[in-house]
């Protein structure tokens, strides 16, 4: 029976330059789960790709052996030898791997406890695979069952109240450097879902001057528009540094796109008032260097870890609430599972009392002048008879599957009723 398998990297085993060398980008994910599932181990595939963390969830046939198949993967499809990424890995299988998707999708495994976009770049993430036909029965179930698990936890626990995103940490840190944002112009590099709620957050904050600018203009215009703010053009990007206070970046580029050379003439430009940048980008907007600069100050998304814990005590209480529905729905979830083992063994069963009985009674039928109304009802009695026969073994079987105890039993009913070949 195939088990479910997870190998991956997150903020909690590897630091960022590790991460964003694992990255996938949205249009690379369809190939590179085609590439997974032609593996001959490797059933299903779902590639969960953040800023945060990179997942490969797999339905393995032998999970231990398994597992270097999925390592290969991920080191022919980024590039990067398995032994430089090895340390960083972590491997979770069956209950666990069950466990830990149900804790992201809760948002419990966040960098900030109760962030909302996770559930959302999860079900884009199960959405692709599905579409690139990677997804079959098994992560089908366990995906839409982390989706209702998430579900449950917004519902019935606080953790989602004054919901605090990665976006509102990087405001929260520009508070904290500036005292107070009245007055201060804000470049706004990407026009994505973070960058939307950084800007609403900065406007909110205090920040009355806001420009944005991405690579497709009219997205530039379209996020401006929502924020009050001035589309500015991506090729004067340079160009407006000197005109701003803080820069906050998150987009899709594979290289830099602000580097230390700018952001000297800007500073200079700007007589040495101080630039805040904020690159919550994977892989990274801003050049590190920047950070060599006077004046200028650099964090990237693993700086917010320290104003995330900040802001995480208050969730605590109810985190400890939605850990209790995460466990029960594990266990649900694993019961369901492990009736698995017996449903083949079942199914061979069936077939099989089915087949005697149809044999028999056509055997009697064809010596027998009966009306349709009688035929009718011998049918049906033979039918209630089987049912009634195989009611207690097959209730016993389901019981003992979801204790996690069929093997023996399965084994025996195999034996018993001549059903090896069949299962």
């Not at 470049?187 to 609403?200: D, N, P, T």
């Not at 600069?293 to 870890?305: K, M, R």
Request: charged letters at 30%.
């Amino acid at each position: 029976m195939k088990e479910i398998g997870l190998i991956g990297i997150s903020h909690r085993t590897a630091p960022l330059e590790v991460r964003e060398k694992f990255s996938f980008g949205p249009e690379e994910l369809k190939g590179a789960l085609r590439e997974l599932i032609q593996s001959p181990r490797v059933k299903e595939g779902v590639i969960l790709s953040t800023c945060n963390r990179v997942e490969v969830y797999s339905a393995l046939e032998d999970p231990q052996e398994d597992r270097e198949e999925v390592e290969a993967f991920l080191s022919r499809s980024r590039g990067v030898p398995r032994e430089a990424f090895a340390p960083f890995l972590y491997a979770k299988f069956g209950e666990e791997a069950v466990g830990h998707l149900f804790r992201v999708a809760s948002s419990l495994d966040s960098m900030v406890v109760g962030e909302p976009q996770i559930l959302g770049q999860i079900k884009e993430a199960y959405t692709l695979a599905t579409e690139a036909e990677a997804v079959g029965f098994l992560l089908h179930r366990l995906f839409q069952r982390a989706f209702f698990v998430a579900k449950r936890v917004r519902t019935e626990t606080g953790i989602g109240d004054r919901a605090i995103s990665v976006s509102f940490v990087a405001v929260e840190l520009a508070k904290k450097i500036f005292g107070e944002l009245q007055g201060k112009a804000v470049l706004v590099v990407g026009a994505g879902e973070m960058c939307e709620l950084a800007a609403k957050h900065l406007r909110s904050a205090g920040a009355d001057r806001i420009k944005v600018t991405n690579r497709t203009w009219q997205r530039a215009v379209d996020l401006a528009e929502k924020v009050g703010g001035e589309p500015v053009p991506f090729e004067d990007l340079k160009a407006v540094l000197p005109e701003v206070d803080i820069v906050l970046s998150s987009t899709g580029a594979s290289e830099y796109i602000i580097r230390k050379g700018d952001v000297a003439w800007a500073l200079r430009e700007r007589r040495r008032r101080p630039i805040f940048f904020i690159d919550i980008a994977v892989p990274r907007d801003v050049d590190p260097e920047v950070n060599d600069l006077t004046d200028a100050y650099l964090y990237d998304i693993d700086d917010l870890q320290e104003v995330a814990e900040l802001n995480v005590r208050d969730r605590l209480r109810e985190a400890e609430r939605a850990e209790a529905i995460v466990k029960e729905e594990v266990e649900k979830f694993c019961r369901w599972y492990n009736t698995l083992e017996a449903v083949p063994t079942i199914v061979a069963l069936r077939d099989w009392a089915e087949g005697i009985r149809r044999a028999e009674l056509d055997k009697s039928l064809r010596s027998l002048d009966l009306p349709p109304q009688q035929r009718d009802e011998v049918e049906a009695l033979t039918e209630a008879i089987v049912n009634k026969l195989l009611h207690h073994p097959i209730r016993f079987l389901k019981e003992s599957s979801a204790r996690g105890e069929a093997e023996p039993y399965v084994d025996l009913v195999r034996r018993l009723f001549g059903l090896e070949e069949e299962c």
